[in-house]
């Protein structure tokens, strides 16, 4: 039976503990990066966990449109099923995309541009060709919640909002762990000798193994610290995955980072630009027109490794629903689909080499959904038709097991396979972001993985309302331990050097441009804007 310490000597000792140096610098950074990441990361677990079950959530929402009942018949063509979805729209309405289901209990999807810049869904029953009804594309309810998620539907704004809020949970998540990472267990090994470093040893995974779990015994301030350190805790690791999986697609630095990846060719398909090279910023010299055709138009030879114009281009295809498929210097991220593989989304689109020879007859929609039987892809995927006349058929396949994403361009006057991008052609980057995709969205091994990054995601809201609760019971009405108005953790008297955490912080400015000046704005308020204070009391 261990003997009973004072209270004093036991505040103290905790204290010793727990107050190591550097223990503030890192809760004052903790603090600031819990403070700006707060709102969005319930934002962002609410809205992810909502997609994450759009297989589920969107027939239930629209059973009227999306659910037929299965018949003991054939299906009509594609092109009769299409016929009666532009009859139930006005004549000036362009067709923009067809969605290619093989699933017998769903309808048949197709997308147009109406004249006033909206995209409408039409839903057409593929038995019987009845028109099921109609879903303006923005309004949709996934749509929505996919916007919020993104760029909370704030346009360039949000966008980069998300994007900070992101790379600043990659901080809380590392300053959260060294926080709770307990210090007792070395100054106890070296009290006295071999006996007691063991019994400091066997005190300090002890001391881990408690911090393990909420201490649902303690009231106040005690408890939610407790259960705030111990959801962060085991969320660490699988966070940490989810923000980096995430980044990629951003709108600024995933965008930068996807050109990157392209140019040093290690995110775009080798042979990009046709006859099987690696990805080049200039048309390969020396290749006759059969081996180019991947990208035979002039305005496609740019280096968009700097399409500086890209990110506007991206904006109008989801808000102003274009019709510019296969328009020339397009990109894949372009055109009017609802999902384009990371690796594909610089990609310049090809144009039609036919389309002064050929005399006029094009590919059905029939024949491409066939042609695309026989290369194996049957169900699941979206085709963007060709808009003019050098445009091409252009289909992606973006399904659960990143190693099938397909993207195929077909010439609208021959039918012809421009290009045939599969995972294999991948560069590593690509190949890497491709799985880290399909975890992130909760589709690479079906209920399972949706639930586990349900998990993720609603811990993630979980710290940021435990952290709240937190600051809210020492906010500085209370407390006399904190600094400014915000009620920052005090700083230390003399803080030690933290080389490694310095460094750290600016390999992340430096990755991340657009985090690295908010580093620096935090740490020039820090400095300018709020008082300096010497307790070092325990947190």
């Known amino acids: 039976m261990s003997a009973t310490l004072p209270a004093s000597a036991t505040r103290a000792a905790r204290a010793a503990g727990a107050v ?32 994450c079950f759009q297989p589920q959530i969107e027939p239930l929402l629209y059973p009227h449109r999306l659910v037929v009942a299965p018949v003991a018949m054939p299906r009509l063509p594609a092109d009769a099923l299409l016929t009666r979805a532009r009859e139930a729209l006005p004549p000036g309405a362009r067709l923009l995309r067809a969605h290619v289901e093989a699933n017998p209990a769903r309808s048949a999807e197709f997308v147009f541009a109406l004249d006033g810049g909206a995209k409408e ?55 959260g762990v060294a926080l709770w990472w307990p210090r007792q267990s ?52 699988g966070a940490l995955l989810f923000v980096v999986s995430g980044l990629p697609w951003t709108g600024s630095w995933g965008k930068q980072f996807k050109a990157l990846a392209t140019r040093v060719s290690l995110g775009a398909p080798r042979g990009a630009w046709g006859g099987g090279l690696p990805l080049q910023s200039t048309l390969p010299s020396g290749q006759n027109a059969a081996q180019n055709t991947a990208h035979a138009a002039p305005g496609n030879h740019a280096d968009h490794a700097e399409h500086t114009e890209h990110t506007e281009h991206t904006e109008h295809a989801e808000h102003a629903g274009h019709d510019m498929a296969s328009m020339p210097g397009m990109v894949m991220d372009d055109l009017p689909l609802p999902n384009v593989p990371w690796a594909v989304g610089a990609v310049p689109v090809p144009q039609s080499p036919e389309a002064r020879t050929s005399p006029g007859s094009r590919w059905t929609l029939e024949q491409v959904i066939a042609q695309m039987r026989t290369l194996g892809v049957q169900s699941g995927y979206d085709i963007a038709l060709p808009a003019t006349a050098t445009g091409v058929y252009v289909v992606s396949y973006f399904p659960a097991d990143p190693k099938e994403e397909r993207t195929v361009y077909i010439d609208q006057y021959s039918g012809k396979v421009l290009k045939d991008i599969r995972y294999g052609d991948y560069g590593a980057v690509s190949q890497a972001i491709a799985y880290g995709t399909s975890l992130h969205m909760g589709r690479y091994f079906g209920l399972a993985n949706q639930l586990i990054c349900a998990a993720i995601s ?62 620096v704005a935090v740490w020039l308020l820090d400095r300018l804007a709020f008082g300096r204070t010497n307790n070092l009391s325990s947190s």
Request: net charge positive; proline share 5%.
């Open 186 to 237: 070395g100054a106890r090994g070296s009290a006295g000798g071999a006996a007691k470093g063991a019994s400091g040893l066997a005190a300090g995974l002890a001391t881990i193994r408690a911090a393990l779990w909420p201490r649902f015994g303690a009231t106040g301030r005690p408890f939610w610290k407790s259960l705030h350190s111990a959801i962060g805790i085991w969320l660490a690791v």
């Open 20 to 51: 190591h140096p550097g223990y503030r610098t890192l809760w004052r950074w903790h603090f600031y990066a819990g403070l700006f990441v707060m709102p969005f990361l319930i934002v962002l677990a609410i809205t992810g966990t909502i997609y």
């Open 121 to 175: 869904s039409v839903y057409v029953n593929p038995y019987s060709g009845e028109v099921l009804g109609t879903l303006d594309v923005e309004s949709r309810f996934m749509q929505v919640d996919r916007m919020l998620h993104r760029k909370l539907l704030l346009g360039k704004t949000g966008e980069l909002l998300m994007e900070l809020a992101a790379c600043w949970t990659l901080v809380m998540i590392v300053t």
């Open 458 to 519: 609603l811990g993630l809201a979980a710290l940021a309302v435990t952290g709240f609760v937190m600051w809210w019971l020492r906010r500085p009405a209370r407390s006399s331990r904190t600094t400014g108005g915000l009620g920052a953790p005090s700083r230390e008297r003399a803080a030690p050097p933290m080389r490694a955490w310095k460094a750290g912080l600016a390999v992340l400015g430096v990755i991340f441009p657009l985090m690295g000046a908010t580093i």
